[in-house]
Nanobody, 127 residues
Framework: QWQLVESGGGLVQAWGPLRLSCAASGRAFSTNPMAWFRQAPGMEREFVAAASWSGLAFYSDSVKGRFTISRDNAKNTLYLQMKLLKPEDTAVYYC?????????????????????WGQGTQVTVSS
């Protein structure tokens, strides 16, 4: 089981950038898919981006072209670089780890595939 700790959230103006980090401890995650999800007030938690252990990236349509997920397996850290932020990106952002080792090309989009979660970091985008 990992302990996942997100950081980097905050208040940013619309169209600005922000980078989130997720530090994992407890075990190495070099063979496991990792992902970012977010949850806005009154909404269900939704998929944002995922990375296979090899670094292959998958995005939701709402963030494609604006967000970039990356990982440093040597540092056990997952990142989410966000650009051109919009007010509708305001949410609590969660880092998640799939405890099953994945294959080179795969990282899931389904919440149920991820067993380890961080506590979340708030991102607020002002218009």
């Amino acid at each position: 089981q990992w302990q996942l700790v997100e950081s980097g959230g905050g208040l940013v103006q619309a169209w600005g950038p922000l980078r989130l980090s997720c530090a994992a401890s407890g075990r190495a995650f070099s063979t496991n898919p990792m992902a970012w999800f977010r949850q806005a007030p009154g909404m269900e938690r939704e998929f944002v981006a995922a990375a296979s252990w090899s670094g292959l990236a998958f995005y939701s349509d709402s963030v494609k072209g604006r967000f970039t997920i990356s990982r440093d397996n040597a540092k056990n850290t997952l990142y989410l670089q966000m650009k051109l932020l919009k007010p509708e990106d305001t949410a609590v952002y969660y880092c998640a780890a799939d405890q099953r080792s994945g294959d080179y090309y795969y990282a899931g989009r389904d919440i149920a595939e991820y067993a380890s979660w961080g506590q979340g970091t708030q991102v607020t985008v002002s218009s």
